[in-house]
């Protein structure tokens, strides 16, 4: 199967940035430099590829596209509202769990993943998620993650952040995806030159990311994650049965096979690393928000190709 032998693929460059942290020359510090390679680089060049050859998607299918993914978040929303319940969480791990359901990765592991299996025409499917995802991570998100104090110096402190993350949503990824719908709908050609240019940068995506997301779990404790039992069954939610029946529904819907592609990878896809960084910065359980990202991530190498399997059935 293609998807098991991409996420095969992606796992053994995972395992390269491990083994790389463990020998000190892929430090925090690097991670980070190259993190922000990925975010401010090497993705809006790759939603900018994707419009740059010959276009043949139909306007009414982008349209169509837009709806499902804002439907797709509207319904992740109001799972993650039952979801701490479900699994009788803390009361302080309400948000955690409520971001981490409804935000997956798909800048880092999403984008990589559609680029191989269906060519870079389908990100522009994909950049289309981008829009409303981080509108969400930095309203939604941080509402979720903001815990209620009465100290005001705190309060004043949140309240802070949340305007400069505010800020945020008029970010690179976002803007990137405003100018491919802007070059698409107005039939706009790129020269050649500045097309290869985007090629060659998007081309840094896969590898790069999977690199830093290897390092990272250089500093976890694989013990901890696994003897985690919550949220263990949280994952297999997450992973498995939240996609399959997001698609069962979907295939109800669509037929264009590509479409069904990019919003299977959307749904499959793990906890989102922005998850970790939030609940850092406004101080929300980051101990359990990054063994979230690393135990969904391990496991969807194996969970996404499942994923996949199953759905080729309906």
Same mark, same amino acid.
């Given at each position: 199967?293609?998807?098991?032998?991409?996420?095969?693929?992606?796992?053994?460059?995972?395992?390269?940035?491990?083994?790389?942290?463990?020998?000190?020359?892929?430090?925090?510090?690097?991670?980070?430099?190259?993190?922000?390679?990925?975010?401010?680089?090497?993705?809006?060049?790759?939603?900018?590829?994707?419009?740059?050859?010959?276009?043949?998607?139909?306007?009414?299918?982008?349209?169509?596209?837009?709806?499902?993914?804002?439907?797709?978040?509207?319904?992740?929303?109001?799972?993650?509202?039952?979801?701490?319940?479900?699994?009788?969480?803390?009361?302080?791990?309400?948000?955690?769990?409520?971001?981490?359901?409804?935000?997956?990765?798909?800048?880092?592991?999403?984008?990589?993943?559609?680029?191989?299996?269906?060519?870079?025409?389908?990100?522009?499917?994909?950049?289309?998620?981008?829009?409303?995802?981080?509108?969400?991570?930095?309203?939604?998100?941080?509402?979720?993650? *903001?815990?209620?104090?009465?100290?005001? &110096?705190?309060?004043?402190?949140?309240?802070? #952040? =949340? /305007?400069? $993350?505010?800020? %945020?949503?008029?970010?690179?990824?976002?803007?990137?995806?405003?100018?491919?719908?802007?070059?698409?709908?107005?039939?706009?050609?790129?020269?050649?030159?500045?097309?290869?240019?985007?090629?060659?940068?998007?081309?840094?995506?896969?590898?790069?990311?999977?690199?830093?997301?290897?390092? *990272?779990?250089?500093?976890?404790?694989? &013990?901890?994650?696994?003897?985690?039992?919550? #949220? =263990? /069954?949280? $994952?297999?939610? %997450?992973?498995?049965?939240?996609?399959?029946?997001?698609?069962?529904?979907?295939?109800?819907?669509?037929?264009?096979?590509?479409?069904?592609?990019?919003?299977?990878?959307?749904?499959?896809?793990?906890?989102?690393?922005?998850?970790?960084?939030?609940?850092?910065?406004?101080?929300?359980?980051?101990?359990?928000?990054?063994?979230?990202?690393?135990?969904?991530?391990?496991?969807?190498?194996?969970?996404?190709?499942?994923?996949?399997?199953?759905?080729?059935?309906?």
């Amino acid at each position: 199967m293609l998807i098991l032998q991409q996420m095969l693929v992606l796992f053994f460059v995972m395992l390269v940035g491990f083994f790389m942290q463990k020998k000190g020359i892929l430090n925090d510090d690097m991670s980070q430099k190259i993190s922000w390679m990925v975010v401010n680089i090497a993705n809006p060049a790759m939603i900018l590829s994707s419009v740059s050859g010959d276009n043949q998607i139909e306007s009414q299918e982008l349209i169509i596209t837009i709806i499902i993914s804002l439907s797709m978040f509207l319904s992740l929303m109001i799972l993650a509202i039952w979801i701490p319940m479900l699994f009788n969480v803390k009361r302080t791990q309400y948000g955690v769990y409520r971001v981490m359901t409804v935000f997956s990765n798909i800048g880092f592991m999403g984008f990589p993943i559609i680029s191989a299996l269906y060519g870079k025409e389908a990100l522009f499917y994909a950049s289309l998620f981008v829009l409303p995802y981080n509108i969400l991570i930095y309203t939604y998100g941080i509402l979720c993650l *903001s815990s209620k104090t009465e100290n005001k &110096k705190i309060e004043s402190k949140k309240a802070n #952040l =949340l /305007i400069d $993350s505010l800020k %945020k949503i008029g970010n690179i990824g976002v803007l990137a995806s405003l100018a491919a719908l802007v070059l698409y709908f107005g039939n706009i050609r790129l020269p050649e030159m500045f097309s290869q240019v985007f090629d060659m940068f998007a081309d840094l995506t896969a590898p790069l990311s999977m690199m830093v997301i290897g390092a *990272s779990f250089g500093s976890m404790s694989f &013990k901890d994650m696994l003897t985690d039992i919550r #949220l =263990l /069954i949280f $994952s297999i939610v %997450k992973l498995l049965i939240l996609p399959i029946l997001g698609m069962w529904i979907l295939t109800k819907f669509i037929e264009n096979p590509m479409l069904l592609g990019v919003c299977l990878v959307m749904l499959a896809t793990p906890v989102g690393s922005m998850t970790a960084m939030l609940a850092q910065q406004y101080e929300c359980d980051k101990d359990l928000a990054s063994r979230g990202v690393a135990l969904t991530t391990l496991l969807s190498v194996v969970t996404i190709p499942i994923v996949a399997a199953v759905c080729k059935l309906f």
